[in-house]
């Protein structure tokens, strides 16, 4: 599987926007690229997707690069509950639906 | 919603004694997973699993087993617990597609003394 590389933490203050940046220059052309984030004393959970194209959902938008080695997860007002370890992931097309998880970006929202 | 419960939040059990830890899903999910997760080592693959009676190895599957007998049920087996088995285990479900999103349970906090 392809491999991604994040910050290992970062800060942010409250209700302002939050981009968390994510490197995988060896992504292939079929990989999609996931985020999900594991709140404190949580199971991860899912927060977007995306292939080529930006994209926006209720809880966050994913921009990706032109040359799609890298992209940037925007959270557009970053509360105090949205504290968590965010993943960057890869995940190809074929059927094996297993995720390998890296180690995160730790975000601390100051309040 | 999708619902991912596992049996228990916290387990303590001594050294070599056979541990179950259970997990269910209410969304007929073919795939279902299991993780364990420590601190500076982030979330590790032990098994997986397609459809019933059928598993596949994940990354780390030394001293586990599991058991799928039925779709929505997904059990990981510590047939001997060790102390080095004490972690936070994590069971996940998704729906057969390529690139959906995995369903995780709120985990199992295992101690073993």
């Known amino acids: 599987d392809a491999k991604t590389t994040q910050p290992n933490s970062m800060e942010s203050n409250e209700e302002e926007p939050v981009h968390l940046p994510c490197n995988h220059s060896?992504?292939?052309?079929?990989?999609?690229i996931h985020w999900y984030r594991q709140l404190p004393s949580q199971g991860p959970e899912y927060v977007i997707h995306?292939?080529?194209s930006n994209v926006n959902n209720r809880m966050a938008s994913l921009a990706i690069a032109e040359d799609r080695k890298s992209s940037t997860l925007i959270l557009h007002r970053a509360t105090l509950r949205d504290a968590a370890v965010y993943y960057c992931?890869?995940?190809?097309?074929?059927?094996?639906?297993?995720?390998?998880f890296g180690k995160g970006t730790r975000l601390h929202i100051l309040p | 919603d999708v619902k991912v419960t596992q049996s228990s939040r916290y387990l303590v059990k001594r050294t070599g004694e056979k541990v179950f830890l259970e997990c269910v899903q209410d969304?007929?999910?073919?795939?279902m997973f299991w993780y364990r997760q420590d601190p500076g080592l982030g979330l590790r693959l032990i098994y997986f699993?397609?459809?019933?009676?059928?598993?596949e190895k994940g990354d780390i599957p030394e001293g586990y087993s599991v058991s799928r007998e039925k779709k929505e049920r997904f059990s990981l087996i510590l047939e001997s617990a060790s102390t080095n088995q004490t972690s936070m285990y994590l069971c996940?479900?998704?729906?057969?597609?390529?690139?959906?999103?995995?369903?995780f349970g709120p985990g199992t906090r295992l101690t073993v003394t």
């Open positions: 699993s397609y459809d019933v009676k059928m598993k």
């Open positions: 992931i890869l995940r190809a097309m074929n059927r094996d639906d297993k995720i390998i």
């Open positions: 995306g292939l080529t």
């Open positions: 969304m007929d999910h073919e795939n």
């Open positions: 060896t992504i292939s052309g079929t990989d999609y």
């Open positions: 996940a479900s998704s729906l057969a597609v390529r690139t959906g999103e995995q369903y």
